[in-house]
């Protein structure tokens, strides 16, 4: 199935003229304008830093699209820009193109689709430039008038025009939803996606000889989320269990990190690993016009084949383990309204604290970032 071809088709329909698919098309727009300044700081476990002061512009586009009572869409378009003043190879211009649509049959039930559309661009970097497109179709069924079922399959295409990271991922997908109270949801997420890598051979031995084979994962992650909505705010948890299963491999050139000197040794399974993350999130009215979202997780990870690295770069007899935490808080406050616009100020830190028995892993990124908003 040529998902790229697929996308444009249901893109176009979606956009249709009304008349066309139903005489009681009715749409809504709604676009939001970010401007803004964030300053970086990355540390590293060897002391050396890049911090660095960014300017930043967002354009969002909300849009709604009722083609009947049963048939009705959501569509928005994001274009973020971010350009630093120091490394400016970081640099980079993001569309993002996000779509749903509904299609309600009768009380059993419905259809659902979800498309995803992202052009990420480096100009002074284009190594990295890369395209995704994601698209997921879903069949939802009321098992009780509190509990939803949704079974899809997801397909993504990711290509890099530049570099050889190229890959493709398809699998089902399954949503439990269980509403408790009209305040409180209690979600199971189950997914599997098998990934390929066209562009990506495995090692036919230390010889760094590329055997015929191509690189493939199968990562399969397991979710449960807690909500619930108060009066003056919200507030949830979740777990997520990721489990990534690769046939890739990668050559150990030894202590001396030389290639040819006899201790060379080739590692099946390299990227095999198992992440669990917990997180929280808490949003609620501590004044009148000022509603602060906290949020934190803890993230662990583990390489079942994966050697971790001293300073000098060698290999160590511990497998690699990874603990990330991250908090973030951010608020906005209203300024003022004028006809059918708003303004307000957005203040946002977050800390990210990522410890690593891998020496080049370990690191400390915190920003704090000010920005200004204008709805139409």
């Known amino acids: 199935m040529n998902i790229n071809k697929t996308c444009i088709i249901i893109l176009g329909l979606a956009f249709v003229p009304g008349p066309v698919i139903s005489a009681g098309l009715r749409t809504t727009v709604r676009p939001e304008i970010e401007i803004g300044s964030e300053r970086t700081g990355n540390v590293y476990q060897d002391y050396s830093a890049l911090p660095d002061q960014a300017g930043l512009l967002n354009v969002n586009i909300r849009s709604s699209i009722h083609y009947s009572p049963a048939i009705f869409s959501w ?22 193109l996000n779509g749903r649509i509904n299609k309600n049959i009768g009380e059993w039930g419905g259809l659902e689709l979800k498309t995803l559309y992202m052009l990420y661009q480096q100009p002074n970097y284009t190594v990295y430039n890369f395209s995704n497109l ?3 179709p879903e069949i939802k069924y009321y098992i009780t008038d509190y509990t939803i079922c949704k079974l899809g399959y997801a397909m993504s295409s ?32 189950l997914l599997s996606a098998q990934k390929s890598y066209p562009e990506w051979q495995v090692f036919s031995g230390t010889s760094g000889v590329l055997s015929s084979d191509h690189q493939d994962a199968n990562e399969t992650e397991t979710g449960l989320t807690l909500a619930h909505a108060m009066q003056d705010g919200q507030a949830g948890c979740y777990y997520r269990h990721t489990l990534l299963d690769s046939n890739a491999n990668f050559i150990d050139y030894g202590k001396d990190i030389t290639f040819g000197t006899g201790d060379e040794s080739l590692v099946g399974n390299y990227y095999n690993n198992y ?30 084949s994966r050697l971790a690295r001293n300073s000098s770069g060698n290999f160590t007899d511990e497998k690699r383990q990874d603990r990330n935490i991250t908090g973030a808080l951010s608020f906005t406050y209203p300024l003022a309204k004028t006809g059918g616009a708003s303004f307000d100020i957005k203040f ?13 892993y370990t690191y400390i990124n915190e920003t704090i970032g000010l920005s200004f908003f204008c709805r139409l």
């Open 134 to 136: 994601y698209i997921l």
């Open 158 to 189: 990711v290509a890099y025009p530049q570099y050889i990271l190229d890959y493709n991922s398809s699998g089902p997908s399954l949503k439990l939803t269980r509403e408790f109270s009209l305040f409180t949801t209690l979600e199971l997420d």
């Open 275 to 304: 992440s669990q993350k917990f997180g929280a999130y808490i949003q609620y009215k501590i004044l009148d016009k000022l509603s602060p979202l906290l949020s934190v997780y803890l993230k662990d990870t583990f390489y079942q």
């Open 348 to 360: 946002s830190y977050s800390n990210e604290n990522n410890a690593s028995n891998d020496y080049f």
């Open 75 to 96: 569509w928005d378009y994001q274009l973020a820009l971010k350009k630093y003043s120091e490394y400016d190879f970081f640099d980079y211009n993001l569309h993002t």
